[in-house]
């Protein structure tokens, strides 16, 4: 008896051992890289639905630096008390490209990063390949300094513009376009993603692949998983986030290659949520392109009522106006989202509040998105583009969550893309202000 009991005990003991030893398991006692479990059954060949929501949320030291460097104030007394015990995945923040501030945008390892900061939306640039796949990427024309194509030379040598090394005698720059429409997915699928930089004075594709900013890293470019959409809405899933996929602008001329429409085009990004079974009500469609829009509003409603118009175009009295806001609702579009710049300005005492185009678009019963913050590097000198209209008030990295705040309770956005979820969920749990993902 006592021998069956230690015989038992024993296999017990091996079988725990083997289930703590296998390379899936996240149990197993060592530190397992960010990804890896989710690149693990990629490479397998199989997607299974995981409790990614139910994951904790790790929001790493930053949130709680910025605070730090804030300007003295309630608002910092109150992210200074706030309780990140239990902190929640919310709809408020959402994953730019991922985690594009430290990790190669749009790849499976930027997406988790994201998720893992408590990202309730995570997006995916939608361009499209030679053979009409649908994969993301920031731009159709991105891949010379996104990926590392240019030292490729079969693919380098099917580039738009194949790589020109500078030179240094004339100061000419190095030259180099890739598009996506340019290869095929599989040769697509070949790639590995990096930070997105370029040494414009290279004289090699492999010094081409350099220049990553200074307040970058690139620490975490060391593995970059290309993804088509269709993966992307996989791993999502998987991740429990929802979805706001992009239609890019094409730079090839349309129809592409005499019979692929903008329309086919905008037809199949929302295809491959139908064909998935994703409810509408986790998707927002976005395009800067009012028509694909108003396509989507009329084709397919259902996604259609969270279409997002993003907005870029310079801040008129025209298209600033009620009147134009209330025409773009009238027209069935429900959610705008512009440059973050747009939604707000200083007032006569020089505080941070929200501008015209912001109170005439909460106005006309407009839902608003911003973007995109922790993408400006240090903001020490102002922010740059992104805070083109409050620069005067922007004097170090802590005001982004001065940005964050009047953005969130003054404006009244629904969600703000960040570089950096970690921050904006922070800030939503800590406020109370925010959707929270279903």
Request: proline share 6%; hydrophobic share 40%; net charge negative.
């Amino acid at each position: 008896m006592k021998l069956r009991i230690i015989v038992g005990l024993s296999l017990c003991t091996l079988a725990l051992s083997l289930a703590q030893a296998s390379p899936g398991n996240a149990h197993s006692g060592q530190w397992v890289p960010p990804g890896l479990d989710e690149w693990q059954e990629v490479a397998a060949g199989s997607w299974h639905k995981r409790t990614g929501a139910k994951a904790p949320i790790h929001l790493g030291p930053r949130p709680f630096w910025l605070v730090e460097d804030m300007d003295e104030g309630p608002l910092k007394e109150r992210l200074q008390s706030c309780n990140t015990r239990h902190i929640k995945r919310s709809d408020f923040s959402i994953g730019h490209r991922g985690a594009a501030l430290q990790f190669p945008e749009h790849t499976l390892e930027s997406y988790v990063a994201a998720a893992r900061m408590g990202a309730g939306i995570v997006e995916c640039d939608v361009a499209f390949t030679q053979d009409r796949e649908l994969v993301c990427r920031h731009a159709q024309n991105d891949l010379h300094t996104t990926t590392n194509i240019v030292a490729i030379p079969e693919l380098n040598a099917k580039c738009t513009q194949p790589f020109v090394p500078a030179d240094p005698a004339t100061g000419t720059p190095a030259k180099a376009e890739c598009r996506t429409s340019d290869i095929t997915l599989a040769e697509f699928k070949s790639l590995k993603g990096k930070m997105d930089a370029f040494n414009p004075m290279a004289t090699t594709p492999e010094e081409y692949l350099a220049g990553t900013a200074d307040w970058r890293t690139d620490l975490y470019a060391s593995r970059g998983t290309l993804m088509t959409h269709r993966e992307s809405i996989e791993l999502f899933r998987a991740l429990g986030v929802k979805f706001t996929p992009e239609l890019k602008s094409p730079v090839v001329d349309m129809p592409f290659e005499g019979d692929y429409s903008q329309q086919d085009y905008a037809r199949q990004m929302i295809q491959d949520y139908i064909d998935a079974g994703v409810n509408p009500r986790d998707v927002w469609p976005q395009s800067f392109n009012l028509e694909d829009v108003l396509f989507w509003v009329n084709e397919t409603p259902r996604f259609g009522r969270q279409a997002v118009f993003l907005d870029q175009a310079a801040a008129t009295p025209e298209n600033s106006s009620l009147a134009y806001m209330e025409s773009l609702k009238a027209r069935g579009v429900n959610v705008v989202a512009p440059a973050l710049w747009k939604m707000l300005a200083l007032d006569s005492h020089g505080e941070i509040v929200p501008s015209e185009y912001a109170e005439n678009a909460r106005t006309a019963g407009l839902d608003m998105i911003a973007w995109t913050v922790e993408r400006s590097g240090p903001l020490a000198n102002g922010g740059g583009w992104y805070y083109q209209t409050v620069t005067d008030a922007i004097n170090n990295d802590g005001d982004v969550l001065k940005v964050i705040d009047v953005l969130a309770r003054d404006v009244g956005v629904i969600g703000i893309f960040s570089d950096w979820p970690a921050t904006t969920t922070f800030y939503a749990n800590c406020m109370g202000t925010a959707r929270k993902s279903r």
